[in-house]
């Protein structure tokens, strides 16, 4: 017992300064790059490596549950209708103003070397394309078999020269659209090949709707028609707008709009109301506003913020948070925070964009409402339209940050809307290219993992330095603790030695 009590103190005698440095240094090395990893992967995936690797692989070794196991299969009806709300609400939405390929998202990585787009984005209007502009029926006419596989086709090059090959055989509606896509480089071009496609998917509407009721095969057909048709129809208009033909685009929209009343899925009043707001006819917007922003209608961004918009410039020219606080908010300026607050309740990541505290991207073709990417999509178009509006910003600036007071916190519960669903972070990371920084609410606290490393970095950072300023006393420090540490160990073996008969402690020492 003696003898191992001696070696212990002789270890510890022979150990130097320089030791105790370098074993600072290296676990504050180690553990500064595991806080450096941990800090990355958080930033870049919203959660902590330690963690999931724990929970996915530890947990089950452990006896821990799957929460996904028959046996928890029988929740309640309420837990059920929680979730398919969540399922709804994180569903994905083609943008309605979204850009041309060719004419400017591809310019857009002419110039800057960067993708604009995800993969994830592309592979769900390619899904889009072959929903609205095939049918079963295409195999029939050769041009129309051909732009179904072009459809399908990953490659862009692929799929204009599958394009260019349906043209050679005929006139195709659809052709024409995917040149005016994806080829173009310019709006004019776009514009003028979108032209020859009306002149043949009008023709191809007019014949199906005659044939619409002979048969299934048919009624399918003119469907396909339709969406071709209004699809054409809608993009004329967004070209006159980006054109400056504005009156022209709300002309075209309206009348769209009054022909094809029941395809609300293209969302043609989100077009409507962003020309009319550029051509200032705020009355034509409040009543287009009437009409949509209904309880029973789903609700977008655009919405929201318009409404908040026209009840600001009610009250925003003459708006101080200085006079208001002293003689309080009048009904009207009332009325319009109410408003920001609704506004910014649905979506919370607009004002940022808005006030431009956090820079702009090319928005993505699909968005999911409620979420960054729809914030994105709001206000790379309508961020004009609210600096126009005199006082409007600032208003903005001065009242948006009250509306989480209102809201409960954690989210289980809404105030005007249903709980902020949880799954936008991921679907938004699956949208929006990676340069972009992800915006996130509710912010996020940090993993327990990062807050350990980083204290245990900072810890061991301070010994090593310590260490290496007054060598001879963290020595002693050192050495006292070692001692201490093993203390119990030593408390343990002394009991054992006095149970146990001395001839065979001896022996057991000697093996």
């Not at 530890?58 to 009806?77: A, E, K």
Request: glycine share 4%; charged share 20%.
């Amino acid at each position: 017992m003696f003898g191992t009590e001696s070696s212990l103190s002789m270890f510890l005698n022979t150990l130097t300064p320089k030791f105790y440095v370098a074993l600072t240094g290296t676990s504050s090395l180690i553990s500064g790059l595991i806080l450096i990893f941990e800090w990355w992967y958080f930033r870049k995936y919203g959660t902590s490596f330690i963690e999931q690797v724990s929970v996915s692989h530890l947990r089950p070794l452990l006896g821990g549950v799957d929460n996904s196991s028959p046996n928890n299969s029988n929740t309640s009806n309420g837990d059920t209708d929680s979730s398919r709300q969540s399922v709804s609400e994180c569903k994905v939405w083609r943008n309605p103003l979204n850009l041309f390929r060719g004419a400017e998202y591809n310019r857009y990585t002419w110039v800057t070397g960067r993708e604009p787009l995800t993969y994830y984005d592309m592979n769900l209007s390619a899904q889009d394309h072959q929903t609205f502009f095939t049918c079963d029926s295409d195999h029939l006419r050769p041009a129309d078999a051909i732009m179904q596989k072009a459809w399908r086709e990953r490659n862009p090059q692929a799929r204009i020269t599958a394009a260019h090959e349906a043209l050679d055989l005929e006139d195709c509606a659809t052709a024409y659209i995917l040149l005016a896509e994806e080829e173009a480089t310019t709006i004019v071009e776009a514009e003028k090949l979108f032209k020859q496609a009306l002149k043949v998917g009008e023709s191809c509407y007019r014949r199906s709707q005659q044939l619409q009721h002979h048969g299934s095969q048919y009624e399918a057909q003119h469907r396909r028609d339709t969406n071709v048709l209004v699809y054409i129809k809608r993009r004329l208009a967004m070209c006159s707008r980006k054109l400056g033909r504005t009156r022209e685009a709300v002309k075209m929209m309206r009348d769209l709009m009054k022909e094809f009343p029941l395809l609300s899925m293209f969302n043609i009043h989100e077009n409507l109301l962003e020309s009319l707001l550029e051509l200032q006819n705020y009355a034509d917007v409040q009543a287009v506003l009437a009409k949509y922003d209904d309880i029973s209608l789903p609700k977008s961004a655009t919405i929201c913020y318009t409404a908040a918009l026209l009840k600001a410039r009610a009250v925003s020219d003459k708006f101080s948070p200085e006079a208001a606080s002293r003689r309080g908010l009048s009904t009207a300026e009332m009325n319009a925070v109410e408003a920001i607050h609704r506004a910014v309740e649905f979506n919370p990541h607009v004002p940022k964009y808005l006030l431009e505290m956090k820079s702009l991207i090319l928005p993505p073709e699909h968005i999911l409402k409620r979420g960054d990417s729809e914030a994105i999509a709001y206000t790379f178009f309508h961020l004009q339209h609210w600096k126009r509006v005199e006082g409007a910003l600032n208003l903005l600036h001065c009242t948006w940050e009250g509306t989480f007071r209102m809201i409960p916190y954690p989210l289980e519960k809404g105030h005007l809307f249903y709980p902020y669903p949880v799954c936008t972070e991921t679907a938004d990371r699956e949208l929006l290219p990676m340069f972009h920084e992800v915006s996130v609410y509710p912010k996020k606290e940090l993993p327990f993992f990062i807050l350990f490393t980083a204290g245990l970095c900072s810890f061991t950072a301070m010994l090593a330095l310590l260490t290496h300023q007054f060598p001879e006393l963290m020595g002693v420090f050192a050495k006292a603790f070692l001692s201490t540490l093993f203390a119990p160990l030593n408390f343990i073996m002394e009991k054992v030695e006095s149970i146990l008969p001395s001839s065979l402690w001896h022996q057991l020492t000697r093996i």
